[in-house]
């Protein structure tokens, strides 16, 4: 069974489309690449798998969940990051995990047990009463990933969640997340616009205006040179 399955996924906004037949799978226990230019329709996907946006065309489901049928049971089993932080910034590292409980009804002594297991597995502890505007990008990031974690979700989606990082900080984060599929056996879709964050193992899928134009194993798809084959497939003609 698929962690993740499209079929036939579009989406129009009044003027224009922003994704059309979009199909593929994410295998469970992987860490699963999403690449594609800024404006190639990685948030509003993300927008879609998480209800923010009404499937308009296609079905989506999670782990044999249809987000169409059984929304409910499809969203428990998902965790998200997305790209604009959703973080309370006047209230403490804490304080935001104990709300994200609240919101998925977890039991109180549920909730101390998985809040002190996610910030010591995240190295928050001692920040754990901080205000999180005190942070820093990297530890906000971890922040989301610990409060994405925390109802212990079998996919984790993490929309853009380098952007505003700094170069050591993304690869931290990149580096974190990929350690938590092979310890966890967590499920992960990653999209990005940078290379950099792509390697030779992973499944990637390549998106660009809308369409997805690329999938398969990253070093099959790019050889030796994965810039080179992603600037071939997303290439704007001239005007």
């Known amino acids: 069974m698929s962690a993740l399955e499209l079929h036939g996924v579009g989406f129009r ?12 799978n994410v295998p469970p226990g992987h860490f699963t ?22 499937l ?3 079905d989506v489901s999670v ?3 249809s987000l169409r049928q059984q929304p409910r049971l499809a969203l428990r089993q998902l965790g ?9 910034l006047d209230l403490s590292v804490e304080q935001n995990l104990r709300y994200h409980a609240a919101l998925h009804g977890m039991p109180r002594k ?6 002190d297991e996610e910030l010591a597995r995240q190295s928050l502890t001692e920040r754990r009463r901080d205000k999180v505007r005190l942070l820093n990008g990297g530890h906000r990031r971890r922040v989301e990933i610990a409060r994405a974690l925390l109802h212990k979700p079998r996919l984790l989606l993490l929309d853009e969640a380098s952007v505003g990082l700094d170069p050591a900080s993304r690869l931290a984060l990149n580096r974190h997340v ?3 599929c092979r310890d966890e056996g967590l499920s992960v879709l990653w999209t990005t616009h940078l290379l950099d964050e792509v390697q030779a193992d992973d499944d990637l899928l390549i998106l660009d205006r809308g369409r997805l134009v690329a999938q398969g194993r990253a070093a099959d798809l790019g050889g030796d ?15």
Do not use: H, M, W
């Open 13 to 24: 906004y009044a003027t224009r489309s922003a994704l059309e037949d979009v199909s593929f």
């Open 56 to 58: 308009q065309q296609g």
């Open 80 to 88: 998200v990051v997305f790209q604009q932080s959703t973080l309370d």
């Open 110 to 115: 549920l909730t101390a047990a998985r809040i």
């Open 33 to 54: 690449a999403l690449l594609g230019p800024n404006g190639a329709g990685k948030s509003t996907l993300i927008a879609l798998l998480t209800r923010l946006y009404d």
């Open 178 to 180: 990929r350690q938590l």
């Open 63 to 65: 782990y044999g969940c």
């Open 225 to 239: 040179d994965l810039a080179a084959a992603f600037e071939r497939l997303t290439r704007r003609e001239a005007a």
